[in-house]
């Protein structure tokens, strides 16, 4: 005979915070939230609130960073600004959106630019372009890891 289950037993983890940074934590384990998703295709209560907001935060995350890049997305809403700018070590980086020698297309990727004392150079990086990927050369550019 197969026990139905009409809430979660006390020691399911879905009563667990997420701090405690176990992967099971917020997750229902205990087969409550199972029976309800198989009978009804509720899953209500397979994830406590804090982990649904946890998903939900981290899957907008994910679809933020893979937006392809646009001019807007370098100007910050400030028609003054068309680029990024990183100062290390001496070099000043310069970041803008990548325009084709064609002016009749879109651009593709980005134009890094590192400024030096007694010069310049400039590269094409057609492979760059996605926020995500924006913002990972940023934070390499600052010294941080990839």
């Keep these: 005979m197969t026990t139905q289950f009409t809430k979660h037993l006390g020691d399911c983890t879905i009563y667990r915070s997420l701090v405690n940074q176990s992967p099971e934590d917020g997750i229902c384990t205990c087969g409550y939230g199972w ?6 295709a ?6 406590s609130a804090e982990r649904t907001a946890e998903m939900e935060r981290a899957a907008a995350e994910k679809e933020r960073r893979g ?8 100007d910050g809403g400030d028609e003054n600004r068309d680029a990024i700018f990183v100062c290390r070590d001496g070099v000043e980086y310069e ?6 020698f064609d002016s009749s297309q879109d651009g593709v990727g980005i134009d890094l630019t590192a400024w030096r004392k007694g010069g310049f150079e400039m590269l094409s990086l057609p492979h760059v372009n996605t926020e995500g990927q924006v913002e990972d050369l940023v934070r390499i550019l600052k010294g941080g890891e990839a």
């Design 35 to 40: 029976s309800l998703v198989r009978r009804d």
């Design 42 to 47: 509720d899953w209500s209560q397979m994830y």
């Design 67 to 74: 937006r392809p890049i646009s001019r807007e997305y370098f």
């Design 95 to 100: 970041i803008e959106y990548g325009t084709p």
